[in-house]
């Protein structure tokens, strides 16, 4: 059975709205005339999109020394330990993720030498989202890889609005350079250069839906880590699991955006049915309701899968960015699961602990991306870039296949290049065409 065939079975509790594909074409416009503006006018088109989104144009849109030392100075002493220790977690990681990453010399035959290097990616651009809350882990997250691969300059930019321990934690991670520059017009901005700001080679970091777009539209000028949705956040349960947990992982993720994306899977109905008036009671209680509820009023779904087959393979078809499991015998349900940003297995592993700092990255696909990529880690800030050496053992070996080969294909022009090497001695031959 196909794994549409069984989403087509499951009975939803709750379904989410659709999405407003005039609403997406008006994005795209905006921002192409964002981008194409900051291309023509470099700084003062900056300036002039910071008066217009963000009603504050900096005096200047580096930040100085000064600034970052007033920044530091300001912080709460224990948030400053809190953000250290996120940092020390998630560059933990980071580094035991790079030390998998070999380079590779290997003699597939005789004469014959292949290889690969581990190469970073010299200069990225570190999007900090600004937003509605200012979250601290968020430039840990795009900065912290970036200083474990050994980037030479490491570029940050976050709206001019954000709060100082954005800019205190900016530097703390490792960005070498920090500018006030939020929006499409900073992806632009770190895509194409201005008079301040450097032009990056690749730019990272989760953003708003126009920040998503810019990036989209300057990939192939610039690197990118990912085009990111809003958040997303699915559980796995079974008749085991608890829907006051549930609910308040669902309402956690719920809380960053209207636009985000929560949602439960359960083969139980009772727990289904407990979920969905779990989240309207704690609804009720949470200081941040109006975004959390109207996220789940817009994007809430509650299914019931007949069984835990079904459920894997709704699980795979969402392919959602966070993946919660709550069974029975959860590492044997995640084992079974192809398609996720990121999994926490157990009641005991929340989102939220990846969130903030437990040291695995939370910029994660979404939009089924999860399909076909993992989410940001060290291995996005460097190339793996292969090489090759043939000694004299090794030439007949390769190059009569690729003389062959070539002449089947009617390029003549690689047959020759080939076969100089093969025969040296008959280069000026060769090469007028007389041996063709």
Known sequence: MSVQSIVNQVRWVKRP?????????????????????????????????????????????????AEIDAALAGMDPQTRRDSEFAIAQVRRFAEAQFATMLPL????????????RIIPVQTVGCYVPGGRYPILSAP?????????????????????????????????????????????????????????????????????????EAKRQVFGKVGIDALAGPSEIFTLADETADPRILAADLLAQAEHDVHTRVGLATTSPEIAERTLAEMTRQLGSLPTAATAGEAWRRQGEIVVCRTEDELIAFADHMATEHLQVHTRDPHATAGKIRNYGSLFIGQNASVVFSD??????????????????????????????????????GIPAIAEPAVRQSRTEGMQGHRRAAEIRLRPQDIDAITAGLQD
């Open 17 to 65: 709205q659709g999405q407003d594909e005039q609403a997406d074409r008006s994005l795209s416009e905006t921002v192409s005339a964002i981008i194409s503006r900051v291309k023509e006018e470099g700084d003062s088109a900056l300036k002039a999109f910071s008066q217009q989104f963000d009603k504050v144009v900096p005096p200047q849109l580096e930040v100085t020394a």
């Open 105 to 116: 010399e290997i003699e597939t035959l005789p004469g014959v030498h292949l290889g690969h």
């Open 140 to 212: 840990v997250m795009s900065i912290v890889p970036a200083t474990v691969a050994g980037c030479e300059q490491i570029v940050a930019c976050l709206p001019p609005g954000a709060h100082p321990a954005m800019i205190a934690v900016c530097h703390l991670a490792g960005a070498h350079r920090i500018f006030r520059v939020g929006g499409a017009q900073a992806i632009a901005a770190m895509a194409w250069g201005t008079e301040s700001i450097p032009a990056v080679d690749k730019i990272v970091g989760p953003g708003n839906a126009y920040v998503n």
């Open 356 to 393: 903030k700092c437990c040291g695995t990255n939370h910029t994660l696909p979404t939009m089924a991306a999860a399909r076909y990529t993992g989410g940001l880690w060290v291995g996005a800030y460097v190339k793996v870039c292969t090489h090759q050496w043939i000694d004299e053992q």
